[in-house]
């Protein structure tokens, strides 16, 4: 067990782990990513490096952060910064009980109290006894600091690999008026390494899509409402962008995706009608459109279709938009019909209606236990960074010696930068004695009945560290 | 509209033109010894401070959002925050007062950058209202202050090293500079820690995820992983002086990179946000 915590603890496991971690990062964001890129994208770049592609293939490369091995290495890392959190908390609860004061002292020709006093008036509070002497410390708090920095980051990466694992969450699209009944696929699913299928916890009804623009046609806000149809009734829910939702469990979030779904009828050369509805994405602005390809089971060409938001160009949203339809067969192109709606007309051998049309729109269910820890993870940061670099702790031990008495003095961190702090306490405890006694006040140990220098001393080299 | 964007524009120019004047004073004074050279340098920082609060704060009223999308604002806003605190820095340590030499004038280069960009009022995305977002924004641009001293320090250790001229004399002892180096480096990787995770809390409340290994995201953790590189090599291997500088110029441009430049890849996004 002890060999154990020694590895954990040792420098070189910390660096190593810390090196690791940067190079699995930097090999995700080379290669790409399943998650980040479409099948299309990821087939074309195994073409074009077949031999980088059989190295991501045997190594999980394109799916770093769901692979086994990274999963390892983050609960690596967590064991490590645990171990390392505990140890940083034994040794604040040290310091802040024993104190934290070495190296050699200061012989001051002034009073125990009246030093004490000038040690209050700096900010220095007095905390218990040590070695015989009083311990006066500036910043206790500050003890804290690296051990909060730490527990910080650890419960940060703690709840990151327990999303990691156990996160579930699934996409559905959904036309205006159209319900997913408990349990039904997912359009887009995801989850974690532990983590099993998410259902559908109930019906689910897509009542409206509502989107608000700013006038240079940006998105202002994108807003759902839906409802949960269930055995104990219908809930409506309400929700947007940074307005997300709960429902049994299930965090609910606002799709990115959305746009008009276009209902269309086909009638063939021999009379058969075939009914599609044809999903686009929201055009960018008014005067740009959009574009979706769709394969017809029924028939032998390809459908490609092009929709703007409104078919005079008058705004980013209206009830009259254009849907433009082009029939393809190969790189030929077969025909061509512009419809709004309630319009017909033919497309190739097909008589074609574009008979109405809807919004349709995006929920993210997410069902996840872990992000409680980051939010709690980044306030421990914060405490732990403040404490560690604003207020770091500086310590004085007060001996009586004497008529006079002995000063140590110690900073916690980055002690060459308070050193001036000491040397005023030592020149406002000397300029005191020297105007009382006409002689020179202070010293270093050892030379207190000698010459010393008429300057406060330098606190020692020996207990400077940082 | 376009009347106000001239006058923005000229403010900032303005700004530019008294953080130039400021820089030369207190360069002067710094290299000479001229108490009086820095102290006016000190007092045109502090107008061109106001003017270019007034700038800023005029822009947020034309555009109706705090200072965080478009490449204009972006880094205005960064540069003034960066200067203000700065001075605040400054009050408390007297000692990083020096860094002034790279902390004025990399400010006014951030402006003129920005400038060149043109103002341009972009609306707020729905995903960029977020409390979350303004934290995660300010502790960034925080940390660009701590960034640009840290790395003061460790460039004038650097040419203190290197004999550099007679001028780095008159700069605190290389010691001391090597500790504020390292000091600011622990200050940044502070910041840039809570700027971490106040945005993976708001990608969590806008897209249901806290983390997604955009390229901007992705960057972010590199820089943060080397600080923690940086930071335990100082604390527990004994790295500093030279080698330490060194290794940071490394981390400092590698903050550059993603703060800078992810951004400007269209595969990300954050590229809403700076483009």
New interface residues.
């Given amino acids: 067990m002890h060999v154990l915590k020694r590895f954990l603890l040792s420098r070189t496991t910390v660096l190593t782990l810390i090196a690791l971690m940067l190079g699995a990062v930097v090999v995700g964001y080379l290669f790409p990513q399943r998650f980040l890129v479409t099948p299309a994208e990821l087939a074309r770049w195994q073409l074009a490096h077949p031999q980088l592609a059989a190295l991501s293939r045997l190594g999980a490369l394109d799916h770093v952060y769901t692979s086994p091995w990274f999963a390892l290495l983050l609960g690596c890392f967590l064991a490590v910064l645990a171990v390392s959190t505990v140890e940083q908390f034994q040794r604040a609860l040290q310091k802040t009980l024993k104190g934290d004061v070495a190296g050699d002292p200061v012989f001051v020709a002034r009073g125990e109290e009246a030093v004490a006093a000038i040690l209050r008036a700096k900010g220095f509070r007095r905390l218990g006894t040590v070695a015989g002497g009083s311990r006066f410390v500036k910043h206790p708090g500050g003890y804290w600091g690296p051990f909060l920095l730490h527990l910080g980051i650890a419960v940060s990466i703690g709840a990151a690999l327990v999303i990691l694992l156990f996160e579930q969450r699934g996409v559905l699209h959904l036309v205006e008026g159209e319900t997913a009944p408990p349990g039904a696929p997912w359009y887009q699913e995801e989850r974690g390494l532990l983590a099993g299928t998410l259902l559908l916890p109930a019906a689910v009804r897509l009542d409206r899509v509502a989107a608000a623009y700013w006038p240079n046609d940006d998105l202002r806000q994108l807003t759902t409402d839906f409802s949960f149809i269930g055995q104990g009734g219908v809930t409506a829910v309400s929700m947007g962008i940074n307005r997300p939702a709960w429902f049994r469990g299930v965090r609910l979030f606002q799709g990115k995706s959305y746009g008009r779904a276009f209902y269309v009828e086909f009638r063939d050369a021999r009379g058969e009608w075939h009914g599609e509805i044809l999903q686009l994405d929201q055009p960018a602005n008014r005067a740009q459109a959009s574009y979706g390809t769709f394969l017809l089971g029924w028939a032998p060409f390809r459908l490609k279709a092009k929709y703007y938001a409104d078919a005079a160009r008058r705004g980013p949203e209206s009830d009259q938009p254009l849907l433009v339809l082009r029939l393809v067969d190969g790189a030929r192109v077969v025909s061509e019909l512009p419809l709004t709606v309630g319009g017909t007309g033919r497309l190739g051998p097909y008589a074609v209606s574009l008979t109405r049309t809807a919004r349709w729109g995006g929920i993210i269910f997410i069902r996840s236990r872990g992000m409680a820890g980051i939010f709690f993870g980044f306030f421990i940061i914060c405490l732990g960074g403040g404490l560690s670099y604003w207020f770091p702790p500086r310590e004085i031990l007060l001996r009586r010696d004497g008529a006079g008495c002995r000063l140590c003095w110690r900073a916690g961190r980055f002690a060459a930068m308070y050193r001036d702090e000491f040397a005023a306490v030592l020149a406002q405890a000397a300029g005191s004695a020297a105007a009382a006694t006409g002689g020179n006040p202070v010293c270093p140990a050892g030379e207190a009945s000698g010459d010393a220098a008429a300057a406060p001393p330098e606190p020692p080299a020996a207990n400077h560290r940082q | 509209m376009p009347d106000s964007f001239v006058t923005v524009t000229i403010i900032h120019w303005s700004a530019v033109a008294i953080y130039a004047l400021a820089t030369g004073c207190n360069t002067a004074g710094i290299l000479f010894r001229k108490e009086r050279a820095i102290r006016i340098g000190f007092g045109l920082v502090l107008g061109g401070l106001a003017i270019h609060g007034a700038g800023l704060l005029f822009w947020w009223r034309i555009v109706g959002h705090g200072p965080y999308i478009g490449r204009f604002e972006v880094l205005s806003s960064q540069a003034w925050l960066a200067l203000a605190l700065f001075l605040v820095f400054r009050h408390f340590?007297p000692?990083i007062a020096v860094a002034s030499l790279l902390v004025y004038p990399a400010t006014f280069l951030m402006i003129a950058v920005g400038l060149f960009f043109a103002p341009q009022a972009?609306?707020l995305?729905?995903?960029l209202?977020?409390v979350w977002l303004v934290l995660h924004v300010t502790f960034y641009k925080i940390s660009v202050c701590t960034l640009l001293v840290a790395l003061a320090f460790s460039v004038f250790f650097l040419l203190r090293e290197r004999g550099g001229g007679r001028w780095l004399t008159r700069l605190p002892d290389p010691?001391?500079m090597d500790?504020?180096a390292?000091?600011f480096a622990?200050?940044s990787?502070?910041?840039w820690?809570?700027a971490m995770?106040?945005g993976?809390?708001w990608a969590?409340?806008?897209?249901?995820?806290?983390?997604g290994?955009d390229?901007i995201e992705?960057?972010s953790?590199?820089t943060w992983?080397?600080f923690?590189?940086y930071l335990?090599?100082?604390?527990?291997?004994g790295w500093k002086g030279a080698r330490a500088a060194y290794f940071y110029l490394i981390c400092f441009l590698l903050s550059v990179v993603s703060l800078y430049f992810t951004p400007l890849l269209n595969?990300s996004i954050h590229s809403e946000y700076f483009n």
């Fill in positions: 340590l000692r972009r609306m995305p729905p995903t209202r977020s010691e001391t500790l504020l390292f000091r622990g200050f990787f502070t910041f820690s809570i995770l106040a993976s809390i969590y409340q806008s897209w249901g995820r806290f983390w290994w390229p992705t960057w953790l590199i992983g080397a923690g590189l335990h090599l100082r604390r527990f291997f595969s």
